[in-house]
Every structure is written in C-alpha cells, then in structure tokens.
C-alpha cells in the first residue's frame, strides 16, 4: 500500500484554487471588492502583508494549551516564544506590566475580565448602548447583561458628551464592583481619571474598553488609560490594523494572575496560534515610528470627514471627532440607518448602520451611521481624500432624499470611488 494513500494527491503542495475553486473564487472576489471600495467601517482596517503571511503560517498546525513555560502539549518551544515575543511588546507598546494575549476576540476579553474580578449578580455601570456603549458591556442579549446587574449611564442630550455627573451619582448609588470607560462608537477621548475618581470612591475597579481608539494610544495620538485603569482590554484589529483578535492589561499582578486563571482554563483552551503569531508582528509594527505618523493622520482625517459632513448639513453626534470614528444622526432626513447604509454600499462607500443616542428605532433599522477612518488612512488617503468622500456620501443621501430612482447616483458614484481607490493600490 502506498504511504501517502490518505492523502489526496496533493495534499501538501496544491493552491486553493486547485483544491477548492468555489472557495478560493470567493476570495477572489473579496480581495477585488477590497480593492474597489472606499472602506469606512470603523472596525476594519487593511493587515500588512506581513500579518498576513503570519496568520496563515505554519503556527496553524500547533496545538497547546496554558501559557508560555507551562503547556499542556510538547513542542511548544516556538509557540512559547512567539507569546512571549507579543506579550513584551504589548507591555512597552500600552506602558503596563502585565498582558495576555490569547482571548480570541474584543468580547471573549471582556467575558474573562468579568468573570475574573466578579460575581455572577455583581452590579457593572457602563455605557449604555444607544450612548455608544457596547453589547459585551451587559446588553440585555449578551451573557453580560444576563448573569450580571446593569446599571447604565448615558451621554448629554446638548451635545452628545458623556454625563459624567450622572456616572458620578449612579456610581455613589449603585456602588459597582466594575465601572467601564469605553464603547464602540463614541467619537471623544475619555477622562480616565475622573472615572478613577469615582471607581475609588465606589470600591470598584475600573476597565477602559479601548477596542477602536488602542491604535491612538499606540500611537500618542490619544491619552493612555493607564495609570488610571485597574485593567484594560483592546482588540488587535481596527485601529492597530492587525490580526483578529483581543488582548487584556493591566499594571495589577494580582488582577493578572486572575484573567490568566479566567482565559486559561476559565473560557478557551488552545489559543489561535496563528493569531498571536499575527498579534506579534503587529505589536512590533505598531512599535516603530512610522505608526505615529499613521495614528496622527487617522485623527486628522476623521476630523476632515467630520467636517465635510457637516459643511453638507448632516449631523455629526458631539459636533465631530477626537478618535477613529464618527457618528452621523439622521433623524430630521427621513432617512433611517438601514436605508441609508445600504445605498452607499451600492455606491462603493462601506459604513454602518447604527444607534444614536435617544434612538427610537429599532437594532436592525437605527437613525445613524457610523464611519471610521482607520482603513483608509491605512491605504494612503489623506484629510483631501476624506473630504471629498464627505462630500460623496451627502451627494448620495442627498440623492435618497429625494425619493427619486438612485441607481444611476449609486453607480456614478461606485464608478468615482473605484477611480479614487485605483490610486491608492493594496496588495500588488
């Protein structure tokens, strides 16, 4: 019998395309769609090739389990490297002491930071959802908001800021064993040591969820959480444009010693190596001085996208942008987030459809729009780029305002952005 019978001929040495035409033409046409469209999700961006090259490395192949020193599995010497390798560079990168790299993603990290330092029914203040906070926070459908007491603090109906007298108050009544400073779309930096304040007083601890704006902080375009922060989760994606995954910090080798206990066994047991693999190189990419130029041009540009909106007319939530992202309110247009989404996707402007604060539709219509800039800026596109796109997605809302027939505005404009997107090439 011939050994390698099991396997199909092949096995080790055919592309995908041979192996798995239908899959590999998807992703095809993914990297074409990638390439023509004008990508303003705030929670994406564009990896290195670097990253890329990574993450479909060889690591994908290992097994182990617990953490560098201490596995479950042999063989695990360049498994063990590798972690250790993110794990520095995330402490120089944030300036804290301690960091676990394995979480599979931004709301696995949250999950294990609740479970570390709290009780099921421990009552968390954080963000409410409409004001910009985030499900993993304790939205009523997420895990969080079923095994724990939430009490939400809002933002300021003048201008969309966080009430911060109203955390202050909520956090003397309710007294919470964990407050959150952070969400996903709200577009201003944050007072860290206010919130301190009020955690101290509280006997609480206190997270900043730093998902969107970590590349800021990377970068010194945004204040740092810690001191300030008992712990401090942040996504490896978005806005440090890199590998899928989480990461948690903090200064606290007690508080550390727990979210380890938690990751590992508590939530998951082999880690993605490929991802902290990926993770690796990011944290290094994001370490040389280049990733300062890209972090400062990330808030010059939402700050020129913000500005170009409004030039038109249209309401940016806090009257504009600190960080990655902004936030668009439709109501007064007629036009809902769904609708609005949809047809600038058709025009080769990917955004998102999202809540508003004080937002009376429903999760799956919504009055806003959430952009970012993370990817563009990664792309090339300066403050003149971004303006112009202003400009371009308030022709095309304009456009559906009307009630007319879009299609011919859609494809005029798709046919603009790809001209644009021809510039600024990715991916050879």
């Not at 990574?54 to 389990?65: D, L, P, R, Y």
């Not at 099921?120 to 203040?125: I, Q, R």
Request: proline residues 4%; glycine residues 10%; contains cysteine.
């Amino acid at each position: 019998m011939d050994d390698t019978s099991i396997l199909h001929s092949g096995y080790f040495t055919s592309a995908l395309s041979e192996v798995d035409p239908e899959a590999a033409q998807a992703i095809d046409a993914e990297l074409t769609r990638q390439r023509d469209v004008a990508e303003l999700i705030a929670s994406e961006n564009y990896v290195s090739q670097a990253v890329l090259e990574a993450q479909g490395s060889i690591m994908t192949n290992k097994s182990t389990e617990g953490y560098p020193g201490s596995r479950y599995h042999s063989g695990a010497e360049n498994a063990d490297r590798l972690e250790k390798l993110a794990i520095e560079r995330a402490c120089t990168l944030f300036g804290c002491r301690f960091a676990n790299v394995q979480p599979h993603s931004g709301s696995q990290a949250n999950d294990a930071i609740f479970m570390a330092l709290l009780n099921p029914g421990d009552t968390v203040l954080s963000m409410a959802l409409d004001a910009g906070g985030h499900l993993s926070h304790g939205a009523a459908v997420n895990i969080t908001g079923k095994w724990f007491e939430i009490v939400s603090y809002g933002v300021k109906q003048e201008d969309g800021r966080i009430d911060y007298d109203q955390a202050e108050r909520l956090a003397e009544e309710q007294r919470p064993r964990l407050i959150i400073a952070g969400g996903s779309s709200y577009s201003r930096t944050i007072d860290f040591e206010r919130f301190q304040t009020m955690a101290d007083k509280a006997g609480a601890y206190l997270l900043v969820d730093m998902a969107h704006f970590a590349g800021l902080v990377a970068g010194k375009a945004h204040p740092n959480p810690f001191p300030h922060a008992d712990v401090a989760m942040a996504t490896t994606y978005k806005s440090l444009r890199g590998a899928r995954g989480g990461i948690i910090l903090s200064n606290d080798e007690k508080i550390a010693r727990r979210i380890d206990a938690t990751v590992f066994p508590g939530f998951q047991g082999t880690p993605y190596l490929q991802g902290i693999a990926g993770k690796a190189v990011t944290l290094g990419e994001a370490l040389k001085p280049e990733f300062r130029t890209y972090a400062r041009q990330v808030v010059a540009n939402t700050k020129a996208l913000s500005a170009a909106l409004m030039d038109r007319g249209y309401h940016v939530v806090t009257g504009g942008s600190d960080t990655t992202l902004l936030l668009v309110d439709l109501r007064g247009t007629g036009l809902t987030g769904n609708v609005a989404s949809d047809s600038l996707d058709r025009a080769g402007i990917t955004c998102n459809k999202n809540a508003v604060p004080g937002d009376p539709e429903k999760p799956t219509v919504t009055s806003g729009l959430r952009f970012g800039t993370s990817a563009g800026t990664t792309r090339g596109f300066r403050e003149e780029e971004f303006q112009r796109l202003g400009h371009w997605i308030a022709d095309v809302l304009d456009g559906l305002r009307t009630g007319n027939d879009t299609a011919p505005l859609e494809s005029a404009y798709y046919a603009k952005v790809r001209d644009l997107t021809a510039r600024f090439p990715i991916y050879g």
